[in-house]
């Protein structure tokens, strides 16, 4: 069983960037397909960003396309989120998820691991 520590929240101001990363431990991240969720205060979870196992296709939600970035590094079993261009509304816990099924889903209950997450704050 994977277990996922994301790093790299923070607070910051509309316009600039942070970097969120996901390191994995009690498995490699090759075997998964990875995913980023957010969720707000009051609100749903909301998918962000995945990214295949191999790291050879990505998808994004439409709030966040164009500004942030999904990456991985299966060698470190990282993958981060560089996020650009923030905007207030991207304040939420950013969380990183697991997927063994390699369904790169953008649905969070298609997702069997969950790291804690890291509060993102965006003022403006």
């Known amino acids: 069983q994977v277990h996922l520590v994301e790093s790299g929240g923070g607070s910051v101001q509309a316009g600039g960037s942070l970097r969120l990363s996901c390191a994995a431990s009690g498995g490699g991240l090759s075997s998964y397909d990875m995913g980023w969720f957010r969720q707000a205060l009051g609100k749903e979870r909301e998918f962000v960003a995945a990214i295949r196992w191999s790291g050879g296709r990505t998808y994004y939600g439409d709030s966040v396309k164009g500004r942030f970035t999904i990456s991985r590094d299966n060698a470190k079993n990282t993958v981060s989120l560089q996020m650009n261009s923030l905007k207030p509304e991207d304040t939420a816990v950013y969380y990183c998820?697991?997927?063994?099924?390699?369904?790169?889903?953008?649905?969070?209950?298609?997702?069997?691991?969950w790291g804690q997450g890291t509060q993102v704050t965006v003022s403006s």
């Open positions: 998820a697991a997927d063994p099924d390699l369904l790169l889903s953008v649905k969070a209950e298609e997702y069997d691991y």
